[in-house]
């Protein structure tokens, strides 16, 4: 009796065996010679496909895995409770594997979704879906385990109160940051400067923080209910391409007819040559002041995006400094006359002058 308990034991295993290895290779048929040839030829043909196929990576071949595991434990001596211990694990798993699909994919769509409208990285929505994965995922499982939910939704609902007072920041920060995705005021990539003077270029919006990168390369974190109330210039709306503007000044002795046919000429080149440039744009000047040492004038460049305007500034300063030294064209030091009375001279004090007698001189007569 023993003997043939021991013989049908060791053909249950041998059977398992069988059907356990039969699905494994199932799993990888369809995941190496379905899923990835697939994915080789479809990716060519519709572009967002790629999100689909990298959401399903691997999954076929766990879940047929786990579905064959299930499959050979009925081929064991397994009394019927523990058949349906086993089951309730096999289908928590699959149902994971599933959710786990379901984020990669939503995530991925997302990504493509931002990158195809130029909005770079926005960490707060992929955050959001793997936290409502969980949250589900989490549900399920307390719900398939036997474990009592409705009490833990009538605590959470009392302490809603106290619970939202307790979060009342973070819930701030992350419906602040949410508003700022929908009303499209700033854009990841995008270059801005707050009205307290910080500025760069949005790298991420997350959690509870705005994180802009300074020229320098440091992070400045603002807060997302900060951010959603201060006033900021956005660069790079309503487009890119911006006006440069540059004060230049000019002797009382020059030509203005002269001046403002060979800056342009300059501007013109710096357009054309410089990166950043706006190749198209025609340049001009606006005379707009008398100085104290100068006529002063506005000349209007355009670049292509705020971070040009450095270099572009950088070579036209260069350009109109040596063209004006060639036409003989002065940009003058600050110059102030005095006027005095003949009869009441003035002393300017002259630290620097030598020693007389002993005594150091206190000043000059004008």
């Known amino acids: 009796m023993i003997e043939e308990f021991e013989a049908g034991q060791s053909i249950n295993i041998i059977g398992a065996t069988l059907i356990l290895v039969l699905f494994i290779i199932t799993g990888l048929l369809a995941e190496f010679a379905v899923l990835r040839v697939t994915k080789r030829w479809i990716r060519t043909k519709w572009e967002p496909s790629i999100y689909i196929f990298t959401a399903l990576l691997w999954q076929p071949l766990i879940i047929i895995t786990l579905i064959g595991i299930a ?64 949250l589900i995922f989490s549900g399920i499982l307390l719900v398939t385990v036997g474990f009592p939910v409705a009490p833990i939704l009538t605590v959470i609902g009392g302490s809603s109160l106290g619970l939202t007072f307790a979060l009342r920041e973070p819930l701030a920060n992350i419906f602040s940051g949410l508003q700022i995705l929908a009303s499209d005021k700033i854009r990841p990539g995008q270059y801005i400067r707050l009205t307290s003077g910080e500025e760069g270029f949005v790298t991420d919006i997350r959690w509870s923080d705005t994180y802009i990168r300074q020229l320098s390369n440091n992070f400045i974190i603002v807060p997302n209910s900060v951010m959603i109330t201060t006033m900021f210039t956005n660069y790079d709306q309503p487009e890119p391409e911006l006006a440069i503007l540059f004060n230049v000044g000019v002797s009382y002795d020059s030509d203005l007819e002269h001046v403002e046919q060979v800056t342009i000429e300059v501007a013109k080149e710096v357009m054309e040559e410089v990166t950043g440039g706006v190749s198209t744009f025609e340049p001009f000047i606006r005379y707009n002041d008398f100085g104290d040492f100068s006529i002063k004038f506005t000349v209007i460049l355009r670049g292509q995006h705020f971070d040009n305007s450095f270099l572009i500034k950088h070579e036209f300063v260069k350009r109109l400094h040596n063209r004006y030294n060639q036409e003989g064209i002065t940009i003058p030091f600050p110059i102030r006359t005095l006027q005095t009375d003949p009869a009441n001279p003035v002393q300017i004090a002259n630290n620097l002058s030598p020693e007389r007698d002993g005594q150091p001189s206190t000043g000059n007569a004008v």
């Open 71 to 134: 499959s050979a434990a009925r081929q064991l001596s397994f009394q019927p409770g523990q058949i349906n211990h086993v089951d309730s694990i096999i289908g928590i798993l699959i149902l994971l594997s599933i959710l786990i699909a379901i984020v990669r994919m939503m995530t991925g769509w997302v990504g493509f979704y931002f990158e195809r409208r130029n909005l770079g990285s926005v960490s707060l929505i992929n955050n959001l879906i793997r936290v409502m994965g969980f």
